[in-house]
């Protein structure tokens, strides 16, 4: 019986792949900390995905500690044979991080470190990991491509994201038989446990007349909807091409959306009548990126292409969120 | 009385470097773990420099510690305005740190992460910082240039170089004034610690007839001088291009020089009569990339030319050393 592990599999988009990893017939553990994720995602998970209990275990587990992250993978492989990670665990609150560099540091780091260590351990050859555009940084109108530089986050957590690429890098070098760096884009869908579909209807369920909007709106961000990054992750995985260690961007091979249509998009869905009221600059907070061009020509090269673009995967997780939050 | 905080300023290029700031007649705040580095070599860089015993303030620390380095962080602003942080605080066993992940961990990029936090608190503007070339990874034949990609490092040292850069590139976009990136070329000079001149030498010491060879001795590097390399962070420090976040490529410029030439030029001064006997293979050990092409172009614009190509600089560092060594 072989056997997944999903680091922070009980988040946003732990909880769509680990659907996907056991409609697939793998066992999957699911190692979280809780904090943004709830065992209810994963057992929704598991009805959708026909597959038996006996195939879904969850351990609660802080992967930033030495200790509670020994403790999980020593009981992870009791189970089996553990032959691949996907590491997802991370912060996943961009300005929370820039505030205090101790969040991405433990959550979206040392969470990589640890794992690693276990995996060395424990002699496990595949790590999928859940890198992001963020560790790009702001290279204005370049087109980012995996081969570009220089690589200068301009947020702790792309920061973190880039520490983490790089010591799994030098793992494959060492004891690790293949990684895979999937470098997400803005990933939108349920369940929403953060983001901006989220907090505008959040905002809207407070105040049904008004929605303040950081920033003027002119942000451009590509979203990609999590059904098209689950199976884009699955494509790489199985592809000959992603062998030892493999960065890739996944993203909409459009150049996005604005800030300012989600903000009407929302409004249209939630509550017609109120007003958007935006703020100054092109920039929500610290460390956020106002616009970039995400090069998926590589993604593209192995026969991926997403179902939905931005805009169709915008208005779906609207949709999504919205039945979510109860509207 | 402006302040220099050198963090790993008791070591081989941090010694290099104290002598340089105290002739310019800057107080100068050294801050050691003393795991490598020695009071000693302080000292004699006092006398040379010509300075007063009052300039150099010696503060013994872990800087990967939190508390320890806030203590030293703490001191050294008591004495004046610290208005810059030269970071030289590292491991420099790359086999060490890829035997055990956590000596980079903590020594190359925990230090980073702490006096961050502390430049922070203490409004530090300037930070200065010792990247490696071991950022690139092995990219094969490209030329190195500071914007190449991917950047995949093949030793836990690289990785946590990398990952140290990142931070500080973050940290430019939050609190920090400017951070000059130097990846540092494979250094050579005295007061020596480590390195494969050393390590020729001793061995030698010991066996004086023969002298074993990690590798094939086909492995080639570029080996700057100490003195060029401080002269070279001294310029770019005071260059008005080095703005907000600055890597920059620093090193010989000439394509380097043969291990097994080193080997010769070592046997020919310490023990003439010696056989040289090679392994295998062209690499000395994991995380080590057999050549690359480093590309000085950009600190070359800016008016920096080595006094001493690899050749020189490592036949100058065989005498140094070996004097040092008592030969």
């Known amino acids: 019986?072989?056997?997944?592990?999903?680091?922070?599999?009980?988040?946003?988009?732990?909880?769509?792949?680990?659907?996907?990893?056991?409609?697939?017939?793998?066992?999957?553990?699911?190692?979280?900390?809780?904090?943004?994720?709830?065992?209810?995602?994963?057992?929704?998970?598991?009805?959708?995905?026909?597959?038996?209990?006996?195939?879904?275990?969850?351990?609660?587990?802080?992967?930033a500690k030495r200790n509670s992250t020994e403790d999980a993978f020593a009981k992870a492989n009791s189970f089996g044979i553990v032959d691949e990670v996907w590491h997802l665990a991370a912060n996943s609150d961009i300005p929370a991080g820039v505030a205090d560099a101790d969040v991405d540091l433990k959550d979206t780091f040392l969470t990589t470190s640890e794992i690693l260590r276990c995996m060395k351990t424990y002699k496990i050859g595949a790590l999928y990991f859940a890198s992001s555009s963020a560790i790009y940084g702001d290279l204005g109108d370049?087109?980012?491509?995996?081969?570009?530089?220089?690589?200068?986050?301009?947020?702790?957590?792309?920061a973190m994201k880039l520490a983490s690429e790089a010591l799994i890098s030098a793992a494959t070098e060492s004891y690790l038989d293949c990684a895979c760096l999937f470098r997400f884009p803005n990933v939108v869908g349920v369940p929403a446990t953060h983001g901006v579909i989220l907090d505008f209807i959040r905002k809207l369920n407070v105040d049904n007349n008004n929605l303040d909007v950081l920033g003027d709106g002119s942000q451009r961000k590509a979203y990609l909807h999590v059904s098209d990054l689950v199976e884009a992750m699955l494509l790489v995985r199985s592809h000959p091409e992603a062998s030892k260690v493999f960065?890739?961007?996944?993203?909409?091979?459009?150049?996005?959306?604005?800030?300012?249509?989600?903000?009407?998009?929302v409004v249209k869905r939630i509550s017609p009548a109120a007003i958007i009221?935006?703020?100054?600059?092109?920039?929500?907070?610290?460390?956020?990126?106002?616009?970039?061009?995400?090069?998926?020509?590589?993604?593209?090269?192995?026969?991926?292409?997403?179902?939905?673009?931005?805009?169709?995967?915008?208005?779906?997780?609207?949709d999504e969120i919205a039945s979510q939050e109860g509207f």
Not at 286 to 303: E, N
């Open 142 to 158: 370049q087109p980012l491509h995996e081969n570009i530089g220089p690589l200068l986050p301009i947020s702790n957590y792309g």
């Open 1 to 63: 019986m072989n056997i997944s592990i999903i680091a922070g599999g009980a988040g946003f988009i732990g909880a769509n792949l680990c659907e996907r990893l056991l409609a697939e017939g793998r066992t999957v553990v699911v190692i979280d900390n809780l904090l943004r994720g709830s065992r209810d995602y994963l057992n929704r998970g598991l009805v959708a995905s026909g597959a038996t209990a006996s195939q879904l275990i969850f351990i609660e587990a802080d992967l």
């Open 247 to 265: 960065p890739i961007n996944i993203g909409p091979v459009d150049e996005g959306v604005y800030v300012r249509w989600i903000a009407e998009q």
């Open 277 to 318: 009221r935006f703020g100054l600059g092109n920039r929500g907070w610290v460390g956020d990126v106002p616009k970039f061009h995400y090069s998926t020509a590589k993604i593209q090269s192995l026969g991926w292409k997403p179902q939905l673009g931005s805009e169709r995967a915008v208005l779906r997780a609207i």
